[in-house]
């Protein structure tokens, strides 16, 4: 079966570049794969025009990494495996940024009809940000593709619930167990001047808002404040973070906060060895299941993690909880116990990683990815109907106007189209 993935392909620095290619190499027969990235997606139509493909698959996520892939959903519709359940962003993004803000208010309107005609406006004159949450944007690529595949049974639920004649199967996300060097905790602590003696905290992926970096912040001043030898280490790109550095100073904390940066996927095992407790939290939430926390259950670590709905299925003993409405003093005390209880440490260490091991490994992933590329294979196309007329153009109408200036019938264009 021939199936055309498109996807975040290293060197980008995304998690689903990573996800892509630890899982793919291991989806084996009668899968042949081939990759379209941003660099080498136009080939897509050619190749594809040439020995159809059996199947396309859409690794989709609300980023910038994603946004060459969203001209070829429903024309090309396929699986679509969606890594947040919340796209509006980086598709208003892409269509605003690109001058097409009536391209915008025409899918906006169509993924949420029940608003009033102006309300699309909100996000035009750039007031969107934590409301656009609410309207997430996935009404065309739901309903246009074969099969929806998503990491979280509660997600999908409320997706099939959402739209009802849509397709959609739960896959398990998974990760490979952590590499480092036998030596990586004490040589890095050692590099960033961390005592044996510290309890180091750690956070790790991209820095957003959403990943709680203040509320974090204020944790471990409030640590050091009550006496424990709290340490932050930051792993992650910063760049759309800014401010940090004065936030960091503000509280006090540059001899306690060791911001790494981008770190290589094959150096995040030494990262997570240096670490003693691991801070995954998220706000607002676009119903993501983290990839950088479940490789945090596999190295071992303790977690804590924001109570979200969307998390209920996981057991209580897997990750210590902080309440949204109740976050700094959640928080605080989640720090507290890491902090001072190692007995608790070790606990939820053994949880962590024994839930992993039972649900969240690449081989789950890839025996969940044989069975749903089988299943969408075998789906017919749906009859999307109503969709917004950018989605729908392909966009050839300039190439048959010059083909007329050139004298040349515009049907020696039929292979091209979509």
Known sequence: MRVAWFSPLPPVRSGIADYTAEVTPLIGAPFDIHLYGDANAFDFIWTHRQSPYDLVVYQLGNARAHDFMWGYLAAFPGLVVLHDARLHHARARLLLASGRADDYRAEFQYDQPAMPPGAADYTVEGLGGAVSYFWPMLRVPVTTARLVAVHNARVARDIAERYPSA???????GVPPPRAAADARAAIRRRLGITDAAVVFAAFGKLTAEKRIQPILDAIAHARARGDDAVLLIVGEADGYQGLS???????????VHAAGYVPPGEIGGYLAAADACLCLRWPTALETSASWIRCLAASRPTVVTSLPHLADVPRDVALRVDVLNEQATLDEAVRRLAREPALRDRLARAGHAYWAAHHTLDHMAEDYRRVLASAAARPVPAATGLPAHVVDDYSGRADAI??????????????RR
Do not use: C, S, Y
Request: glycine share 6%; proline share 6%.
């Open 167 to 173: 397709a959609i199967e739960t896959m398990r996300m």
């Open 246 to 256: 004065a936030e960091i100073t503000r509280r006090g904390l540059n001899a306690h």
């Open 403 to 416: 083909a007329r200036e050139l004298g040349v019938a515009p049907d020696v264009l039929e292979p091209f």
